[in-house]
């Protein structure tokens, strides 16, 4: 296992939501006691459908958004507990690149001005130095030094998450949060976005939250994969392994549903049956077990812990009181 860099600790973060004539207030736990660590250096994929809790995770990580309850610790720093001044510096550190590159950049301020801001707000270098960056930067993610003075709309959406990922890495960042970054680019494009986070990633020694609901760009960038499934991670595993060998039930179903670009492999695509709970109010228990073939009286009555069944491997279901390979048989 790698040097630790980012360590997450029972993590939760809910939204309110209001109902009735009295505006009884409810919570939704998008996120709810999350654990889990990234080694320095490393690409964690966390994977799940829409709604699950994703990006509120990675936004938690970051805290961009007030959790609930937990711990997040950077390289040893914990994040939660710093002033605002301290966690402004921390800042520099951690970085987001976000799913939609055009609302994420101001449309009245140049894409220089927007990618420079990082280096105004923390009073890096001089006049001089900070222009040079943003230029170094601008060739770095594969734009000309002439884009500097455009504004976004002139841009393609390909290029505008380029100049996104400029704006993440202008302060040399040792962390990022890549919430859904090619999901709205053509696939054509989002190769050539991969690739170039990819090389980045190498030449500035990242690490990686990466976040996506594309099994195929999870393959292809991470090292380790995290599984979420309504507020709750039910697998983390390596990345070989769990595409190998998956053994949740939701994570079968999720894999079992990528079609195969091949038209002589003839396939049958199975989906998850049932309807997704209501986030508002999840049943005892296993979350899953209302969409689960393989479920048991056991799961109405207790939620499965997060656990190891093989080094490296954890899974939170209780199928796993048996060996795998006859649980999901």
Not at 69 to 86: I, K, N
Not at 308 to 322: I, K, N, R, S
Request: net charge positive; charged share 25%.
């Amino acid at each position: 296992m790698k040097d630790t860099l980012v360590r997450v600790e029972n993590l939760s973060a809910r939204y309110p939501v209001r109902r009735g004539l009295f505006g009884v207030r409810r919570w939704i736990r998008a996120v709810d006691n999350v654990s889990f660590t990234i080694g320095r250096g490393e690409t964690l994929g966390l994977v799940g459908e829409s709604g699950c809790g994703k990006s509120t995770l990675g936004r938690a990580v970051l805290a961009l958004r007030k959790a609930a309850g937990g711990r997040v610790e950077f390289d040893g720093t914990p994040v939660f507990d710093q002033t605002p001044d301290a966690l402004k510096a921390l800042r520099r550190e951690m970085q987001l690149v976000f799913q939609d590159p055009f609302a994420s950049l101001d449309p009245r301020k140049t894409v220089g001005r927007s990618v420079r801001a990082a280096l105004d707000i923390h009073g890096v270098g001089s006049e001089a130095e900070r222009q040079r960056r943003v230029e170094e930067m601008f060739q770095r993610v594969g734009l000309q030094r002439a884009h500097i003075a455009r504004f976004p709309h002139e841009f393609s959406g390909g290029q505008r998450q380029r100049i996104g990922i400029a704006r993440a890495l202008i302060l040399r960042p040792k962390f990022l949060v890549c919430d859904e970054p090619v999901s709205a680019l053509d696939v054509s494009i989002q190769a050539q976005i991969l690739n170039l986070l990819k090389d980045l990633q190498a030449e500035f020694r990242l690490t990686l939250l990466f976040i996506s609901h594309n099994l195929a760009v999870v393959e292809h960038m991470a090292d380790r994969v995290a599984v979420m499934y309504y507020g709750r991670i039910v697998e983390l595993a390596p990345r070989d392994r769990l595409f190998a060998q998956p053994l949740h039930p939701y994570t079968s179903g999720l894999l079992d549903a990528v079609p195969i670009p091949d038209p002589s492999v003839r396939s049958m695509i199975s989906t998850i049956d049932g309807d997704p709970p209501d986030p508002a109010n999840l049943p005892d228990g296993c979350r899953f077990r209302s969409r689960c073939r393989h479920a048991m009286p056991k799961c109405a009555a207790l939620e499965p812990p997060l656990v190891a069944v093989e080094p490296g491997h954890d899974v939170a279901c209780w199928l796993h009181d048996q060996p795998a390979h006859l649980a999901l048989a």
